[in-house]
């Protein structure tokens, strides 16, 4: 095999590769032979039809596979003797099956830019304690005993803070219907009749319970209230709406008593300190994959500022728009119509170039590390992941192999278990400092 990689600027180059007619003809009959194997043909026996036969029935797919085959070995022969460093092996291009059985094709190949190593031993990071308080554990069994309250109608007072609201409430702005200002889309704003509400700060939205607190039932009261600048509807950012509303009732919740016959309620044939032991497991679980992704999060951070290199075009361009379609389809389950996702077209942009920035020098970085501390993932590796993909979507391996393959996913795959074992590798090496959850969510906010 006859191989001429050139390389261009910005990460770029060009691989030329001429596979000599015997080397065709002898992976062609090994794929033919496999076919050979497995193929059921009326007329011949498992593994006895003639070549032709095989040729005839399976010609194109013995083809396809043949120019995968020998792309991926002209790839892996490239990166031993070029010693590249390949993002994306592209597709093979100017196919050329010449009359002598000899094939010719080309691929373009994104490279992994060069740049020197920043100190990646002994990141100092922050983490919380991973024990489990018993301050943490109450404030989860309380969030039990809400959910299991039962609410009782409340007569003979007005209402006050915990209390719940049942209200009726009608909204306006500037005197309009507000579904004449911004349309349907603001319907679950506009009207709401038998609404429960909690009397809580920030409940529903921002300073409206408040306001209610004092009012009897059957009692009317117009609720001003001005809408922050995060407000979903771009429309209403800064606004102010009135609410409309009329009282119908007030309950109270009871909350069940913390003993026995609760925990026999949410777990039957369990007592209360069995139900906090599971329930202690269950959070330490938890925050240790929190604790996990404070690290790592501080880890890439730390590189990230640490160098400086320049990407390649094609693959920001690429990545960036993977990350606006993330964005698109995240605003489109929280309620945003085309129109407003059109209307933040510019912002969307924005945020996904820094996104597809970031992620593709980590990517690059993480590489980097991982061939330095020579962090390898072995052929073993990668198939027992594959069988796991295998065994998840109940195929063959086999044909999640020839799928991956066909796709061109098999390399993504595996640089997905290289940059997972490199991770490990610098959490596992780096400076942890025990702060309180406190400490580190002031850290977090002061972070530019």
């Keep these: 095999m006859n191989i001429v990689v050139e390389k261009q600027p910005k990460c770029i180059a060009t691989l030329n590769v001429e596979v000599p007619a015997a080397d065709v003809a002898a992976k062609r009959a090994e ?39 020998l792309f991926g070995e002209a790839c ?4 031993a003797k070029e010693n590249l460093k390949v993002l994306d092996f592209g597709f093979p291009d100017n196919l050329n099956e010449r009359p002598d059985g000899s094939i010719a094709f080309e691929t373009k190949l994104i ?3 060069e740049f020197t190593l920043p100190e990646y031993k002994g990141i100092e990071v922050k983490a919380p304690p991973a024990e489990i308080t018993d301050a943490e554990l109450d404030v989860q069994l309380q969030n039990l005993r809400e959910r299991l309250a039962e609410f009782e109608d409340v007569t003979g007072r007005a209402l006050q803070t915990d209390d719940i609201a049942i209200v009726d409430f009608t909204t306006t702005l500037d005197g309009q219907p507000l579904t004449e200002v911004i349309g349907e889309k603001g319907q679950y704003l506009a009207k709401r009749e038998n609404h429960w509400l909690p009397i809580k700060e920030g409940a529903f939205l921002p300073g409206y319970a ?34 409309h509303t009329t009282l119908r009732g007030i309950k109270a919740s009871k909350l069940p008593e913390l003993d026995d016959t609760f925990a026999e309620k949410l777990l039957p044939g369990n007592t209360l300190d069995e139900l906090k032991e599971l329930i202690r497991g269950n959070m330490a679980g938890e925050k240790e994959k929190q604790i996990g992704e404070f ?44 129109e407003e996702m059109m209307q933040r077209q510019e912002e969307i942009f924005s945020v996904a170039t ?28 990668l198939l027992a992941h594959i069988s796991r993909i295998a065994e998840s979507r109940k195929e063959p391996i086999k044909n999640v192999i020839k799928d991956l393959q066909r796709t061109r996913r098999i390399q993504s795959i595996r640089n997905s278990l290289l940059i997972g074992r490199t991770i490990d590798f610098l959490v596992e090496h780096a400076k942890v400092t025990e702060v309180s959850a406190e400490e580190l969510e002031t850290a977090t906010a002061e972070q530019p």
């Design 354 to 381: 820094q996104r597809a920035v970031t992620n593709l020098r980590t990517n690059f970085l993480l590489q980097e590390i991982a061939a330095a501390e020579k962090i390898t993932v072995t052929e073993t590796d």
């Design 31 to 69: 794929i033919a032979s496999s076919y050979a194997s497995q193929a059921k043909i009326a007329g011949f026996r498992p593994g006895k039809a003639p070549k032709n036969v095989i040729q005839k029935r399976f010609g194109k797919q013995i083809s396809e596979e043949l120019t995968e085959a």
């Design 295 to 338: 690290k790592v999060n501080q880890i890439v951070e730390h590189l990230n500022k640490s160098v400086s290199f320049d990407l390649p075009e094609e693959i920001v361009m690429r990545e960036t728009q993977s990350q606006a379609n993330s964005l698109v389809e995240e605003g489109s389950k929280q309620g945003a119509s085309d």
């Design 76 to 79: 892996d022969q490239a990166l």
């Design 210 to 243: 408040e306001q209610l607190a004092g009012m009897n039932e059957g009692e009317e009261k117009a609720v001003s209230i001005t809408l922050g600048e995060e407000f979903p509807f771009e429309e209403l950012r800064g606004k102010e709406i009135t609410l």
């Design 111 to 113: 490279l992994a830019p």
